[in-house]
């Protein structure tokens, strides 16, 4: 049913549109780098004795020439070229100033064997492995401390095999947390671009307190049954590009994080600054874009725009739980198709496992200034379950231009939550039936500034019902 508006509605709109800054306009845009400027040195795998044949171990010659490379730091850096074959390895470590390039019928494999992925010290802000107390395994492609690395090709793959890992999941025969496909900790000036990352053991690329990263044009599969095999995942990390990816995994597409209930409100190392934009993908055990469950160092700053999500379990998603402290504020999301899903949007105050019997269950999480707008769905089983804390209120979610086509009687539910609406259909429920215009613009997150893109539907749907 549409809002019936009336005149002094219509002035107000257009009068406050008049007044809208304009300078701000455009699409967020990733900065984009110039792969076309070569290091100065460079070297093969194979001149370190590497071998493709899929069989033969070659982590020694990966960890003996990226030490060769490292003389080159200070003199511009190196790249490390790994040709056509199935290159065979365990966990290996990059370097600063590296650039890592696999020519497009490289495939890097990771070994089967969990004696080469060595086991590391827990992050500090989890306080143990995700998985079991304890550490954890060390990712494949593995670095810290870094500056200016570099991880591309002509669409070569890494593969991380890990049906092993699963199995030993499923079985809970694992001695510690898996590891992740690619993982760099405190690092900064990382791009990962034009590769194709498949099966992942855990996560599948992880930058941990870093900043400025850019992940571009990449392709990440896994089996829609594997678990907790998410695409990407910023983790405390600051000014990060996701941009132009296809991700189909057994778990979130996107999950940001920022740490786990005491350890990560101690550490408090927020993610902030993230952008997405052109993710197309699916899954049916996940998300497409998650933030959470362990948010507790804090979220902030994300904006996510042009995604297509298709026969996927949830599109957006807010993970919490009382304990986990922390906040996710100013969130904006525009621009999304959605096809053959199940929830739309959803807030699960509910996700409950917690490191140990530390924390602290009056830490109670911050939500606040969500604005989604401009989302077109079909086939959507449930719109949105939108469900805050008791006694803690998400407040100013704001949700503008919505249409979803859905297939069952119930089409929202929500609780424990406050804010706005317009032009959402079906109905949106009674806690954010309130309009957005004329008095809440200012509540709802960066709406002054991106009104120019919601005018025309909002003339369009307020001028036929207005009462004289």
Known sequence: MKRSFSLLDVLLLLAFVSHTTWAVKGSLHCKRTNLGETRPHSVTITEFGAVGDGVTLNTKAFQNAIFYLNSFADKGGAKLFVPAGRWLTGSFDLISHLTLWLDKDAVILGSKNSDDWPVVDPLPSYGRGRELPGGRHRSLIYGRNLTDVIITGDNGTVDGQGSVWWNWFRSKTLNYTRPHLVELMNSTGVLITNLTFLNSPFWTIHPVYCSHVTVQNVTILAPLDSPNTDGIDPDSS????????????GDDLIAIKSGWDEYGISFAHP???ITIRGLTGHNRNGSGIAIGSEMSGGVSEVYAENIFFFNTSTAIIIKTARGRGGY???IYISNVTL??????LKFNSNFSQHPDEFYDPNALPVIERITIKDVVGDNIKVAGLL???????FRNVCLLNITLNVTSESSWNCSNIRGYSALVSPETCEPLKESIFPKHYSDCYRLSNH???SAHYLAKEMMPDIRS
């Open 387 to 393: 469900k805050g804390i008791e006694g803690d209120s």
């Open 451 to 453: 009104l120019w893109s």
């Open 271 to 273: 993610s902030t600054n």
């Open 328 to 330: 996710v504020r100013n």
């Open 238 to 249: 600051d000014d990060v590009c996701i941009e132009d990816c296809y991700i189909s995994t």
């Open 339 to 344: 096809a053959g899903v199940d929830t739309a």
